[in-house]
């Protein structure tokens, strides 16, 4: 069985168990380790997991190369899901401050803050070309390390918690999106979840849906297909 066909049969088990207070020890353990696959081992404390097949062997000019137009970068795929991970787990299932800061963006030598949705071709490749990766793991690791706590923290009751208005207002005081129509529609798409929702989208699915995208580019990338852009 394929990993993405191993992974839609967890989905389809937790879709089904996470809202159900007497189920909710196993639906629990069950998005945790979901979870802790996506995430370097570094962070989820285990064997080798998907994150860390995408960047094994990754050299630091291939984070910031796309292969066709209808690509993106390895770069952008990893700060993609990780800042909408930032975002919802914070500010919206835990209604706390998000992990990325003034000093992070210093770091990771970018001023971009929101998710990416609505990048251009160009600006994809002036990002991933700016952005350091040993950084954006770090700040990967840090991200998965707080929504590992958060998740541990959650009850059952709080599966079916509304996402509050007041909490979507603030990814856009905090430019997590920006008002392009191909990434302000996220608040629209997150406001109508409750936290179950959340956990199980973005924060399972999505993850995998865009690390085996990464793996499409490492791939094309090592088969010496003509680059895009580089």
């Avoid at 000093?103 to 990048?119: E, I, K, P, Y």
């Avoid at 590992?148 to 430019?175: G, T, Y």
Wanted: glycine share 4%; aromatic share 6%.
């Amino acid at each position: 069985m394929s990993i993405t066909s191993e992974w839609n049969v967890k989905q389809k088990q937790l879709k089904e168990i996470i809202r159900k207070p007497e189920r909710y020890p196993d639906a629990q353990e069950l998005f945790l380790n979901m979870h802790q696959s996506v995430h370097f081992a570094e962070m989820s404390k285990c064997e080798e997991t998907l994150m860390d097949q995408l960047w094994d062997g990754l050299e630091r000019n291939e984070f910031a190369i796309m292969p066709t137009e209808k690509d993106v970068t390895i770069a952008w795929d990893i700060w993609h899901i990780t800042r909408i991970e930032d975002l919802t787990m914070n500010l919206l299932v835990n209604e706390s401050e998000q992990v990325l800061n003034s000093r992070w963006l210093s770091r990771l030598h970018t001023q971009v803050t929101d998710t990416g949705n609505a990048m251009t071709d160009d600006e994809i490749m002036e990002f991933s070309k700016s952005i350091d990766p040993v950084i954006l793991k770090e700040y990967r690791i840090a991200v998965g390390a707080k929504t590992q706590e958060i998740l541990k923290n959650l009850k059952a009751e709080d599966m079916k918690r509304k996402i509050k208005r007041e909490d979507l207002a603030r990814i856009r005081d905090v430019q997590g999106v920006t008002e392009h129509p191909e990434s302000i529609w996220l608040l629209d798409f997150w406001g109508k979840k409750d936290v179950a929702g959340i956990i199980l989208m973005p924060i399972t699915r999505h993850q995998l849906v865009h690390i085996n995208e990464g793996s499409h580019i490492k791939e094309a990338i090592r088969r010496k297909n003509v680059f895009y852009r580089i």
